[in-house]
């Protein structure tokens, strides 16, 4: 085995994020004895994106967010969540674990609040050139090993459509509570979860909710059969993945029914080949007549939203819940281009091909939550840096494996090469972890 990091000079570790993933590369980095290393937030508390107040601009959740993965499989695998936690905690539960979880591992000693980063450049050495910005001005600060969890659902993704609206626009990003459009005529563009989310909360209020959604989705209940949604599912680890597919199918049918009932189009995929939206309250609502099923749309004329299908309609506001894009603001515009592409060219959605002292930790989307997941890939992250765990030979032809399996379990979409199976990416993760037993 080779001598760990106590036996030497310690690295000097730059982490930039302080949300779920960020505290989890903390963690890690101090359980494997690498201390000395900072986190960057550019919030004044921890928590990322589920760190809510009504002006925040950079957490995506809104007042009534609560987590759609349940609490058995989003808490961290050594920091149970309280047990009077429900199925399903809130924004503000979740926010008060994450503070629990950074004071039981003595975290926030080492992450620096109110302080951005604006710039990260490679320098000549191979070391991380950080510029940061805080109260004081800017600092710059070199770093043996860079570690990015800077999460992937803050920079919004609009849509362009012909025409104009003369209402009011705006993206899911910006919606926080529902009692701003009560007398509003809303509607909601987008099958997500966040779109299914807002249209059912607005629609409790508002005179008229649509939802525009132009392709079929599948649509799971949270609950079934008594048990959390993806607890029930998770029995089903055993099946092979065809398998799976056709009892998932089957099981929904039943329980559901079929979608034109809803006066929704039929998916086009497989029920586990996109990612899931969770709701239990959508498909009833809509057969309550509280939110109105529209078609895409194909332009805009003023006030009024002209639908493919050719039905034409007048709003007050239109609120896009469209998705995110994949930002590094802090990387120059053509090392994020040619070096990370997609993001699909990283090894365990985490290792670059070349650059062996750089991580993404959390940038992946699973069929469930990722915080678990993202602690698995700090342990190796922290073990590759600490040295008790060998770096992955030949990262590139493992890349080419994995994006082939990701292009025949999911659909092709923009974000395609971030989605992973929870179980099956979980086993992968552990199965490399094995590897420091070997070394």
Not at 38 to 59: C, P
Not at 129 to 153: C, K, P, R, T, W
Not at 207 to 235: L, N, W, Y
Not at 341 to 346: I, V, W
Request: hydrophobic content about 35%.
């Amino acid at each position: 085995m080779k001598p760990s990091c106590e036996s030497r000079d310690l690295p000097n570790i730059g982490v930039i994020g302080a949300g779920p993933c960020g505290l989890a590369i903390a963690k890690n980095l101090r359980e494997h004895g690498l201390t000395r290393f900072v986190v960057f937030e550019k919030n004044d508390q921890l928590g990322g994106n589920w760190l809510f107040d009504d002006k925040n601009t950079h957490s995506s959740i809104y007042e009534t967010t609560h987590i759609i993965s349940s609490k058995r499989l989003s808490q961290y695998e050594d920091f149970p969540m309280p047990a009077d936690y429900p199925d399903y905690p809130s924004h503000r539960q979740l926010l008060r674990y994450f503070n629990q979880y950074a004071d039981h591992f003595g975290l926030k000693p080492f992450i620096r609040f109110n302080t951005q980063v604006v710039r990260v450049s490679r320098c000549t050495t191979g070391q991380w050139q950080v510029i940061s910005q805080d109260a004081m001005g800017e600092h710059e600060e070199l770093f043996d090993h860079l570690l990015v969890a800077n999460g992937h659902h803050w920079d919004p993704l609009m849509p362009d459509y012909p025409g104009a609206f003369t209402g009011s626009l705006l993206h899911s990003h910006q919606y926080k509570k529902a009692s701003l459009f009560q007398d509003k005529r809303v509607l909601v563009v987008g099958g997500g979860n966040s779109a299914c989310d807002i249209a059912v909360e607005i629609a409790r209020i508002s005179p008229k909710t649509c939802i525009s959604i132009r392709s079929g989705q599948h649509i799971f209940p949270k609950f079934i059969f008594g048990k959390p949604i993806d607890v029930a599912f998770a029995k089903l680890h055993w099946m092979p993945f065809w398998c799976k597919q056709h009892v998932t199918q089957v099981i929904m049918r039943l329980w559901q029914g079929r979608y034109a009932k809803y006066q929704l189009k039929k998916p086009s995929t497989k029920p586990l080949e996109t990612h899931p939206i969770i709701n239990s309250e959508l498909l009833y609502f809509i057969r309550h007549g509280k939110v109105l099923p529209r078609d895409g749309i194909e332009r805009f004329d003023g006030e009024r939203v002209v639908f493919v299908d050719g039905r034409i309609e007048a709003f007050d506001t239109v609120i896009f819940a469209t998705g995110y894009q994949l930002s590094f603001p802090f990387f120059s515009p053509s090392f994020t281009q040619d070096s990370l592409r997609s993001c699909g060219s990283l090894y365990l959605k985490m290792i670059h091909p070349q650059l062996e002292n750089l991580y993404f930790i959390g940038l992946f989307q699973p069929q469930g939550c990722i915080w678990p997941l993202a602690d698995y890939q700090a342990k190796i992250a922290a073990g590759i840096i600490s040295g008790t765990l060998p770096r992955a030979t030949n990262v590139p032809s493992k890349i080419k494996k994995e994006l082939k399996k990701s292009q025949n379990r999911f659909k092709s979409n923009p974000h395609q090469s971030l989605e992973v199976d929870y179980s099956v990416f979980r086993k992968q993760l552990l199965r490399e972890l094995q590897q420091s037993i070997k070394y």
